[in-house]
């Protein structure tokens, strides 16, 4: 057994999380496994990267009892990076850096701060302190922070203190390192907040939180869930201000430091290193009953909302409300539904998943969620088809209606079951649609791909701007109104039977379009390549100098002035679906052969070109074969 507890000394590489450096520490077995004991040191940096681009450096030391942090610590972490400057010092070279360095400094008694802890963040330019982005000095009592703490940032300072058993008191004041940004004051008073005043120079606004309020009280901590929880009380005027305040986020960015440092000392042994900022809140606890009504709200909510997302993001649905009413109607009134039943109720479904319901009474709660209005079971539905606006009345058809005597938890069920009742029924209606026209898996599939085809081809196109010469942005203009109406033509086609049939040939379609998008894209790069592959450079006697000179002019004078034109215009004022294909097979083989044709002998085609402007006939004389249909 003392052999067991002998302490044994290492020193080589170690990982803790992202750090890999070179570690000294003293340790011992217990139970097969390895807890810290006595000092403790791991550190890293590379001169060698530091001088070639940047190098990140860290050094942790303390010590440890029984595998807890305990005594004085230091963390530093610094990224820098080097003008391989450097200075002779004492008969020492001194390599001076430029970065950011991070410095914890502070006691630890068995895991948790204890004394005065200081976190600082600074900015070094050539190896002296520029400037401080960041600085948090807290003193803490076994874990719980005590007196007055300050915390700034390049743009805030904030100072408050907190009582013996390390709840928020008095006035915690944020005021703008610049002068000219609004300061902000929380004022606490042995925990529970009682108001928030922002003053900036055009306004001086202040918030009442619990300032009345008298009842029983719970103590948590502030973080993210209690921010949520002031939500619920205040105005909605009053949480935007709230949302718009530096002082959480200050905070936020002081726990961040902490976290930090948490999970470098759990990565090693135990640790409870995290302070905890503790506030009061007012507490109106759940009865069974209140429970009960939450969690069923809950289950309406979150099966609503995925029947509703269902049908939403359903591609074939999608399509279909284009041309078709009813489709459309029942589209939108999975809308309406959502925006007036679910969105309220997914924000009371946020506020139990925070565990907040407890720290605000139920009215509140009720016209929290329901600002603007208690939802109806009656609404009008909006739709719009062809560009015409219509509206037509739908009733949820439930039996659920909410009682005069009522509780709120139970009001706000009814609600919920309402929603719910309302999407299952739109749900079913939109089965038997899509029951009528859709036929099998390869049309839902087909109908996503049209989709991606033609966004695909809208993306390309307005990706040209204005980089091509105007005629080809209109040849590029016209494919992207003719993939429109080959999708509007697709929308309208009713029949079951023939939609199949109709998807394949629209989806083969966009297909030929984007290929032929690309092919017009690069007609202008078609165009100077031959140009600069029929020019030579020929050796002129009586200037006794090289010169440039087109060569077979009638080939290439046929391809830019007649073929090029007679492509474009094909575009412009013929195009199909059937000839599409065919067009910009044409296209790239007319190219590929007249660059072929550089190299070989063309006098007998250069002689039958001379006089011939018909580009069909020009085009048998290349061998490619002609476009139209």
Known sequence: MLNAQEVKNYNGPLQIGKYNGKATYTYKIVDNDTVLEGDFLVLRSNLQELLQKQDYSFQFKGSFVDGTANGPWKFQFGEFNSKSQSEVIDYQYRVLVSGVQKTSTGKIKMGKPNGEWTILEEQIEDSEISETLFKSVITFDDGVPQQNFSINNEDYTLVGRFLRDGVAHDEWSLFPTNGIDQSESWFFKDGLLQSIRVDDDNEHKTITAFKDYSGETKTINLDASYIAALDIQFSQEDVNTLHQNNLPKLLKQNALRYQEIDDILSALGKSDFLPEFKVKVPYYPLDSLERDD????????????????????????????????????????????????????????????????????????????????????????????????????????????????????????????????????????????????????????????????????????????????????????????????????????????????????????????????????????????????????????????????????????????????????????????????????????????????????????????????????????????????
């Not at 969620?369 to 009733?395: G, H, R, V």
């Not at 091509?468 to 929308?491: E, G, I």
């Open 294 to 629: 939450i969690d069923s709200t809950v289950a309406y909510y979150k099966k609503a909302r995925e029947l509703s997302e269902s049908i939403l993001h359903n591609s074939q649905l999608n399509i279909l409300k284009l041309s078709d009413e009813t489709t459309a109607y029942q589209y939108n009134t999975v809308l309406q539904i959502k925006k007036d039943f679910l969105t309220p109720i997914q924000e009371m479904v946020r506020y139990d998943s925070l565990s907040i319901l407890e720290y605000t009474s139920r009215k509140e709660l009720l016209d929290h969620i329901f600002a603007e209005d208690l939802p109806k079971p009656n609404m009008t539905i909006a739709i719009e088809m062809d560009s015409i606006t219509s509206t037509k009345e739908y009733t949820i058809p439930t039996s659920t209606v909410p009682s005069s005597d009522a509780t709120s938890t139970s009001y706000i069920k009814t609600i919920a079951k309402m929603g719910y009742d309302g999407i299952q029924a739109i749900a079913n209606e939109v089965k038997e649609t899509l029951a009528q026209e859709k036929r099998q898996n390869e049309l839902a599939n087909l109908e996503e791909e049209i989709i991606v085809q033609n966004d695909s081809l809208v993306m390309f196109i307005d990706s040209m701007g204005t980089s091509l010469p105007v005629n080809y942005l209109a040849a590029l203009r016209q494919l992207k109104s003719f993939a429109s109406a080959t999708l509007n033509d697709y929308s309208k086609v009713k029949s079951a039977q023939n939609r199949l049939t109709a998807a394949r040939s629209t989806l083969t379609c966009l297909k030929n379009l984007n290929e032929l998008s690309v092919t017009v894209s690069n007609m202008p790069t078609f165009k100077s390549t031959i140009q600069d592959s029929y020019t030579d450079r020929i050796w002129n006697p009586f200037m006794a100098t090289l010169m440039d000179e087109d060569i077979k002019k009638r080939i290439t004078s046929a391809y830019t002035k007649i073929l090029e034109p007679y492509f474009l215009k094909q575009i412009e004022q013929s195009l199909t679906c059937e000839n599409t294909f065919n067009l910009n097979e044409h296209i790239n083989a007319t190219y590929h052969t007249v660059i072929m044709l550089k190299d070989k002998d063309t006098k007998k085609l250069e002689r039958k070109l001379k006089k011939e402007k018909d580009p069909s006939v020009i085009l048998e004389m290349l061998n490619v074969q002609n476009t139209k249909q």
